[in-house]
């Protein structure tokens, strides 16, 4: 019996028999056994085993192995040949292995076992009778080969070549011949092999290498350890049953086949796969593959044993429908559960659902929701980084191995199919799970094991499943199963299928707001850099609010991915979309979750969102395009055109959207993407390129952003990415503020965000005003001030850094003025300084500006009420007013806009002002300020409701000023 790899095409011979079969890209992986028939009466009916082996066999012996082979009818010892076994030279033979034998294991070492040894092997540990089935395996070191080779090859050299291996086996140059060496003649295993039929001999081929957190080898010495593997199975062993047609005593076991990762991996070809320990650091198999490989040879053994001593094919292990189906529905999803077959590898499961019992008959009628591959219960993005974030460091939380599908359950367990539907009708479903093995559906059988219902189903928003909860109740994480109907589930993880994901929430604890925690409390979205994970936690990590963290698994940048391509065939380019905004999609999904959940009170309109690097890169986009959720963003050297990234164009970013020539569109899906359908089919390019989209998105409202860059990155590279990206902001009259500094690729702390969202005067307490800062209010866009940097920067440089204005939440004037017919704003130098700046109202609620419109402005101190300017000026065709060359002081002003036709041209006659209104005094006002209600604009009088609350009283009062 072997592991065999055959193309799709490939026809099954007549003298193998499939066992089973797993489609992996293009690729079927089949579990073969050869019948290679001989006289029955021939074998000596002994009963015991030898295994020569090292390390790896051993903990394969102790993890499950030997009560398998023990469990065995035909098994009466196991035996072993390990490190420091002495074993006797048959008699006239060299001891061609030295004194210590057993410490010899290597691929040109099993010529000399069995030439000079075999008498020793057939006695080894036997109290009484002999080993008639012998294992003999090489340890992983063998799966790193280093050359072709040249033929004939070697048998004797301890080169890793495939020549050499192959040259064990087989004389290439005469295939009847034998080797000296010297002085002795040495056969080839064939040889040997056929020379004695009353021995089942069982090669195993070695493991695989580990691929993390370094790589024990290389893509093409482990492609070529596969490569060898395959030529003793697919030719060597085909022309040994061609060679002695009346033998059946050979059967390969394909270890390694069954611990690697496929040829085609995209990260990790040919290497230990990570659930069997390959990002370890260790390349001997884990407890899970010792314990999986031990059930698989249980089956491979059985087959072999039955066909060495009877001659007779036995019949297939395959058909039998899986079991134990179950079936549960909450929020619109409904959850299956099934057992797997453990005794074979490499199946696939078939999800039906119908509005009918499901039978054979009406199968072809039954809606196909999936095929699934084996071990749909691990969980591949948690599995493939535990090691990286060891509970200890995460408030106790262990990532998780398996899915959990009910609120702080257990795991499922090892062997359970897992799937998750979201329903899209209202109805009473059946479902139903078939098997795929050999290749072959069974579509004939159904029972009460692989067929329920009636389950009512219901359309309802999906809730996230509570996986974990810290200790305090402060910290908890969550998982989300995005709809797999929509999804493209192959992205994450190549081995694997991923339609959910993991975040983490953390409630503020007393301590960390200064002694009590008041509500609604804001919510910020903490987004994680380049290869991270969330961080769990006893609650939010650093700041006085809920926490919300979420993360990239496979670096999608957080926007997403092709909706069509396969990214588990690493070897196919993407060119089909569209590129879709998955990633977008489930941290929105995230934050609506978390809204929504009666375990929070939030306020809806402080929403923020951070990260630094690909994080940052994240925040900015999702300020740019989703400014009906999140008030702010700040972004730390953040991406701002994806086309000009240098080299992760090549490196990353093609290989998950398509080429830059290409250019695939983009679709924009999601709760809160109903402003960007407008965009759907735009090129992923274009849509990804900040600097030119925040100008022709210029008509479009954006979140306030905030970001930094270093002038020494050179991994979000300055030159293209941070350089370039404030002239744009400026020209598309966007509400920002920005700092380059002399950095290199380094968390730049919150440099940038402005004395507005910092604080002002005040302490640094929290970012965002201390999360004061509100979506619904008004906010003035301060362009091309003089006091700012040039443009482009060319090194340090600061923007609209030393201006602020007066808002509800940081308070030293009032509210902006907001109504139906005018729109006013307080403003400000911190630095005493005077400047000229120029003013868009962005964000309004109620003044609207048309197109063409004439609109009339007026610029006053608040010192006196003096006029320092007023005119005119016409909105552009994105709906946009401008005011240029405003005055702004360190006194302060006040800005007036108004829509009024039949308005008289501004007074320059200074009126007086209530100086108090000037003072800088540190404000906190947690509550959103009302927009004042319209009034005609008359220079001359003026009435604003003004909230002013008294420092340290708690005490706020609504006053009228007018001016």
Not at 243 to 268: M, S
């Amino acid at each position: 019996m072997v592991v065999h790899i055959i193309r799709k095409s490939l026809q099954i011979q007549e003298k193998r028999f499939p066992i089973m079969m797993q489609k992996s890209a293009q690729w079927y992986i089949v579990i073969t056994v050869w019948f290679l028939c001989m006289n029955p009466s021939a074998i000596a009916q002994e009963d015991d085993l030898l295994f020569i082996h090292h390390s790896c066999g051993a903990n394969w012996l102790n993890d499950g192995l030997r009560n398998v082979l023990l469990a065995k009818s035909y098994v009466d010892e196991v035996n072993e040949i390990y490190y420091g076994d002495v074993v006797p030279r048959d008699s006239g033979r060299p001891s061609s292995l030295g004194s210590v034998p057993g410490d010899n294991t290597n691929m040109n070492h099993w010529i000399y076992w069995f030439n000079d040894y075999l008498e020793g092997i057939q006695r080894q540990g036997c109290a009484d009778g002999r080993n008639a089935i012998v294992m003999f395996k090489s340890c992983y070191p063998a799966s790193n080969v280093s050359s072709d080779g040249t033929l004939p090859g070697n048998p004797f050299s301890d080169a890793q070549t495939i020549t050499n291996y192959q040259s064990v086996y087989r004389n290439s140059a005469n295939p009847t011949g034998t080797y000296s060496r010297g002085g002795s003649e040495y056969q080839t295993l064939e040889q040997i092999f056929a020379a004695h039929p009353n021995i089942l001999f069982i090669p195993v081929t070695a493991p695989p290498m580990h691929y993390g957190p370094y790589d024990d080898s290389n893509n093409t010495n482990a492609r070529r350890a596969r490569r060898f593997n395959n030529w003793l199975i697919n030719e060597w062993l085909p022309s040994y049953q061609a060679a002695y047609p009346t033998l059946n005593n050979v059967a390969v076991f394909d270890w390694f086949d069954i611990l690697a990762f496929p040829d085609d991996h995209a990260t990790h070809p040919n290497r230990l796969r990570t659930e069997y320990g390959g990002n370890a650091g260790d390349s001997h198999p884990n407890t899970t593959a010792n314990q999986r490989s031990a059930t698989l040879f249980s089956t491979f053994l059985e087959a072999a044993y039955t066909a060495w001593t009877s001659g007779e094919t036995p019949g297939p292990v395959i058909g039998s429908q899986p079991e134990n189906l179950a079936v549960f529905h909450r929020n619109g999803q409904s959850f299956l559960t099934w057992s797997e077959r453990n005794d074979i590898v490499g199946e696939q499961y078939v999800i039906y659902r119908h509005t009918q019992p499901i039978t054979a008959s009406n199968l072809s009628s039954a809606e196909k929701l999936a095929t699934l591959p084996e071990g749909t219960c691990a969980y591949g993005t948690e599995r493939m980084r535990e090691n990286d974030y060891p509970p200890e460091n995460n408030g106790g939380y262990r990532s998780l191995r398996n899915y959990v599908i009910q609120p702080l359950g257990n795991e499922l367990s090892d062997g359970t199919g897992f799937f998750v539907w979201t329903t899209h009708q209202n109805q009473n479903s059946y479902y139903a799970v078939t098997m795929i093995s050999g290749g072959s559906e069974n579509q004939t059988d159904f029972s009460i094991e692989n067929m329920v219902g009636p389950l009512p189903e219901s359309i309802a928003d999906p809730s996230p499943v509570l996986v974990w909860q810290s200790d305090n109740g402060l910290g908890r994480v969550y998982t989300q199963f995005m709809d797999y109907s929509q999804w493209n589930p192959t992205y994450e993880t190549p081995e694997g299928l991923t339609y959910a994901y993991n975040y983490f929430v953390g409630l503020p604890s007393a301590d960390v707001c200064n002694g009590s925690v008041s509500e609604p409390m804001a919510l910020l979205l903490h987004i994680e850099g380049y290869g991270s994970r969330y961080e769990a936690g006893q609650g939010s990590h650093y700041f006085c609010c809920v926490e919300v963290w979420c993360d990239d698994p496979r670096q999608s940048w957080y926007y997403g991915y092709s909706a069509t391509h396969d990214y588990g065939n690493s070897e196919t380019a993407v060119v089909t979309g569209p590129i879709v905004n998955f990633t977008e999609e489930r941290l929105l999904r995230a934050v609506y979750d978390t809204l929504r959940d009666e375990n929070y009170s939030i306020d809806p309109q402080r929403i923020y969102t951070y990260g630094h690097s690909m994080g940052g890169s994240g925040a900015l986009a999702l300020a740019m395009r989703y400014p009906n959720v999140f008030a702010a963003s700040y972004s730390s050297e953040p991406m701002t055109n994806y086309r000009t990234s240098g080299f992760w164009i090549n490196e990353d970013l093609e290989p998950k959207w398509g080429s830059v020539e290409l250019n695939l569109p983009i679709e924009n899906r999601g709760r809160y993407a109903s402003n960007l359908i407008q965009y759907n089919g735009m090129g992923v390019w274009d849509w990804q390129n900040h600097q030119a989209q925040w100008v022709e998105r210029r008509g479009d409202e954006m979140a306030y952003m905030t970001l930094a860059h270093g002038t020494q990155d050179d991994v979000i590279i300055w030159a293209s990415q941070g350089n370039l990206a404030y002239e744009p902001l400026n020209r598309s009259r966007r509400a920002f503020s920005g700092q380059t500094v002399v950095s290199g690729h380094t968390w730049i702390g919150f440099e940038g965000m402005g004395p507005n969202l910092y604080g002002g005067s005040a302490p640094f307490s929290g970012p965002f005003a201390n999360f004061r800062m509100i979506r619904n209010e008004t906010l003035p866009a301060i362009t091309y001030a003089d006091g700012s940097g040039n443009l482009p920067p060319n090194g340090i440089a600061f923007y609209n850094m030393n201006i602020e204005w007066s808002a509800s939440w940081h308070s030293w004037n009032g509210p902006p003025v907001d109504t139906t017919e005018m729109w006013g704003v307080s403003l400000r130098t911190t630095d005493d300084s005077t400047q000229q700046v120029d003013i868009t109202p962005r964000r309004t609620q109620h003044f609207h500006v048309t197109p063409g419109q004439l609109y009339f402005w007026e610029n006053r101190r608040l010192s006196d009420n003096g006029l320092i300017g007023s005119g005119t000026a016409i909105a552009d065709a994105d709906g946009l007013v401008t005011i240029e060359d405003v005055q702004v002081s360190g006194a302060g002003n006040r800005l007036l806009i108004s829509s009024n036709a039949n308005t008289n041209i501004p007074t320059p006659t200074p009126t007086a002002f209530p100086a108090a209104t000037a003072t800088r005094t540190p404000i906190v006002a947690m509550t959103p300020t009302v927009a004042p209600t319209s009034t005609p604009f008359n220079p001359a009088s003026l009435s604003i409701p003004i909230v002013i609350a008294w420092p340290d009283s708690g005490y706020a009062e609504p006053v009228s000023v007018t001016v």
